[in-house]
């Protein structure tokens, strides 16, 4: 049995937790964590890892695994969106706070494809793509096995796919990008159009409306897998993925959905080369993140 500290970086919130497991056979035992903005900037990033790791048992780790937000090599986290993290020497850092054991870092929703394939539901599969849907939108390509990085690294920018002309503002300075559309702030947008009122309605909340069979809130998760599937048909047509995972938070609306998003998606992929294609919600369940963490450092 091995022990593995798992720590995921964000934005919104850091978490860390401990994980126990041998193989492909890994469990989260403890975690720790707050649902506060952390700072980004590598002082705050450092005090955060270090209060969170105080209130774990870590003399037994076997190894450490970090996902971030943004772009990392093997040792430095080159940059981070939204945030002035630049070429931050996060290895050493972390060298120094674990020494002797190995550690490995990588984007975070690489390392949740890479965890799907290792733990979840594309154990033994070549070619998917995983897309995590919350604040934002990301994605992570996984080609013959390998996640696919891109000449700069940059792969998998599914969010910043254009799916409606002239459409929202997004954070990236284009317009009806799908992180603008259809992430969690694009959902209340549409919701708020729709509604005509001007109160910010959280994703979660209309999920919630929508269950209970208000129309506005239903037709707005309707559109929003009619863009998903739109986009992602397109996407498949380039790759031809034999999956396509959906994680993050606005996933666990799948039934809200998927029914339009199968619907839009199957409307337009070319037949002959993608008709076997499956789309599912994550096997990792609200973990992901944290096993992402565990499974980089078994690739490793
Ligand atoms: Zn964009």
């Known amino acids: 049995m091995k022990t593995i500290l798992a720590i995921d970086i964000g934005g919104s919130k850091m978490l860390a937790g401990l994980a126990r497991g041998e193989g492909d056979e890994f469990e989260i035992v403890q975690t720790v964590g707050e649902a506060l903005p952390t700072e980004m900037t590598e002082d705050g990033i450092l ?17 450490v695994g970090v996902t971030i937000p943004g772009l990392a090599d093997e040792r430095v986290w080159i940059y ?26 990588e984007n975070d929703v690489n390392a949740c494809a890479i965890a799907e394939g290792i733990f979840g539901a594309c154990r033994g599969v070549r070619d998917f793509i995983w897309l995590t849907i919350s604040n934002g939108i990301g994605g992570g390509i996984v080609l013959d096995g390998k996640i696919y990085r891109g000449a700069l690294g940059f792969s998998g920018e599914f969010g910043h796919l254009n799916v409606v002309p002239d459409g ?3 954070g990236c300075g284009n317009r009806g990008c799908m992180e603008a559309e259809c992430a969690g702030p694009g959902i209340s947008r549409y919701y708020a159009r729709l509604t005509g009122s001007p109160e910010f ?5 209309i999920a919630r409306r929508a269950e209970a069979g208000e129309e506005a809130a239903l037709e707005t ?5 009619r863009v998903l599937g739109h986009a992602l048909a397109n996407a498949s047509n380039i790759l031809n993925p034999s999956k396509i995972i959906i994680g993050g ?3 666990r609306s799948w039934k809200l959905f998927y029914p339009t998003l199968e ?3 199957r409307k337009i992929i070319f037949h002959r080369a ?13 973990e992901a993140a944290l096993m992402g963490a565990v499974a980089l450092t078994l690739q490793k």
Request: with cysteine; aromatic share 8%.
């Open 274 to 286: 993608n008709d076997s294609i499956l789309i599912e919600p994550t096997a990792l369940g609200y």
């Open 201 to 205: 309605v959280p994703a979660s909340e």
């Open 263 to 265: 619907e839009s998606f």
């Open 168 to 170: 929202e503002l997004c």
């Open 47 to 63: 005090r955060e890892i270090d209060k969170l790791c105080a209130q774990l048992p870590l003399d037994q780790i076997d190894a």
């Open 249 to 251: 938070g606005v996933s």
């Open 80 to 105: 981070a969106p939204f945030s002035g993290i630049q070429n931050f020497q996060i290895m050493d850092a972390l060298e120094a706070r674990f020494p002797g054991k190995p550690i490995a870092i």
């Open 221 to 225: 998760y309707r559109r929003e897998g």
